[in-house]
């Protein structure tokens, strides 16, 4: 006996988020897009909610995903984009001129950074482990959501 399954064609994501208002939202299910600082970057690409939903992700070149913005509203439920933890490193730099130096390094060499409080976030990757052990910095390794303050670009 065979089987016949039915699928719906995914939702097409065109825009990087929703223009609307949080009482607008009420009474309908909330699902999230759950992705890493670098997921977000990734305008076209098929992902799937929290709750199972196929999406496709089809943002204009060079725009991207901020944690917070809802992308798309249906009649019973929307989808909000968060921030998935991932590994960092952290640096907590003693001065201005130390917070500015990492910075510098690690943007130079086309790394992401965030700040977060007294904190510096950086991507937990071999290069930038590398770079903070010779420049002498302390770090902490953690996993937290990663929220670059800038696109940065990888030469990979």
């Not at 699928?7 to 065109?14: E, G, L």
């Not at 991932?86 to 950074?113: D, I, K, Q, W, Y």
């Not at 903070?132 to 910095?137: A, C, I, S, V």
């Amino acid at each position: 006996m065979a089987l016949l399954v039915l699928r719906m064609n995914p939702i097409v994501i065109t825009k990087s988020h929703v223009h609307v208002h949080e009482d607008e939202l009420a009474g309908r299910e909330a699902d999230a897009l759950v992705l890493t600082g670098e997921e977000r970057r990734w305008g076209r690409r098929r992902v799937t909610t929290r709750a199972g939903r196929a999406l496709h992700l089809a943002l204009p070149t060079g725009s991207g995903l901020t944690p917070g913005d809802v992308i798309h509203v249906d009649a019973d439920w929307y989808v909000r984009v968060e921030a998935a933890p991932e590994p960092v490193l952290v640096v907590r730099p003693a001065s201005c001129a130390e917070a500015v130096r990492v910075a510098f390094e690690v943007g130079n060499r086309h790394f992401t950074l965030a700040v977060d409080g007294d904190r510096l976030l950086i991507p937990d990757d071999p290069a930038m482990v590398q770079l903070l052990d010779r420049l002498g910095f302390a770090y902490e390794r953690v996993e937290t959501a990663f929220v670059p303050i800038g696109a940065g670009h990888r030469h990979e």
